[in-house]
C-alpha cells in the first residue's frame, strides 16, 4: 500500500506540541494591521492550539492517524 503524502500547506501552517495537541497560528495579523490595536495586535501574536472538532481534520492532512 502507498505512502500517504503529507498536504504541503498543512506542514507549514501547524505543529505539534509535545503533549501531542496541535499549535496554530492566529489569523488577521499580515496585513492592514494600523487600524488595529495594539493589544489586539499583541494578543494575535501568541500561539493558539486546534479545536477539538478540526483535530482529526489537521491530524488526516498531516498524515497522522
Same mark, same amino acid.
Given at each position: 500500500?502507498? @505512502?500517504?503524502?503529507?498536504?504541503? !500547506? =498543512?506542514?507549514?501552517r501547524f505543529a505539534l506540541t509535545g503533549s501531542g495537541k496541535i499549535k496554530r @497560528?492566529? =489569523?488577521?495579523k499580515s496585513?492592514? /494591521?494600523t487600524k488595529k490595536t495594539k493589544k489586539?495586535?499583541?494578543n494575535l501574536t501568541h500561539f =493558539?492550539?486546534?479545536? =477539538?472538532?478540526?483535530e482529526?481534520?489537521?491530524k488526516a /492532512?498531516? !498524515?497522522m492517524k
Open positions: 500500500m502507498p @505512502k500517504i503524502k503529507t498536504n504541503s !500547506g =498543512a506542514k507549514k @497560528k492566529h =489569523a488577521f496585513h492592514i /494591521l489586539q495586535k499583541r =493558539a492550539t486546534v479545536a =477539538a472538532v478540526d482529526k481534520n489537521v /492532512l498531516l !498524515g
